[in-house]
């Protein structure tokens, strides 16, 4: 079982910056992607930013150019830096892993429990 936990939300103002991390602990084998996705009231949940085990970036056009996802493989942890942050932006943030026994074996998504970002003046 893999458990993961956010932290790093908050409450700023527009065209702050908050950074979110995301670790992963239990029995852990190999994982694969990683990433961040958010719902805001009212909405489905989508996908902000994602990370391969190789180091490939996907992010939502909502958010190139502001947010930047990496990853520390030796400590099993996602980040998500968030900069000129916008009223829109709004949410609570999860953040997923794809974990397998053996990277030749289909993945299982593992989510965390969410960290709210509130993005206000």
């Known amino acids: 079982q893999v458990q993961l936990v956010e932290s790093g939300g908050g409450l700023v103002q527009p065209g702050e910056s908050l950074r979110l991390s995301c670790e992963a602990s239990?029995?852990?084998?190999?994982?694969?992607?990683m990433g961040w996705f958010r719902q805001a009231p009212g909405k489905q949940r989508e996908l902000v930013a994602f990370?391969?085990?190789?180091?490939?970036?996907t992010y939502a056009d909502s958010v190139k150019g502001r947010f930047t996802i990496s990853r520390d493989n030796a400590k099993n942890t996602v980040y998500l830096q968030m900069d000129s942050l916008k009223p829109g932006d709004t949410a609570v943030y999860y953040c997923?892993?794809?974990?397998?026994?053996?990277?030749?074996?289909?993945?299982?998504?593992?989510w965390g429990q969410g960290t709210q970002v509130t993005v206000s003046s």
């Open positions: 997923k892993a794809e974990h397998t026994i053996n990277r030749h074996f289909p993945a299982s998504d593992y």
């Open positions: 990370i391969t085990d190789g180091g490939t970036t």
């Open positions: 239990g029995n852990i084998f190999t994982i694969k992607g």
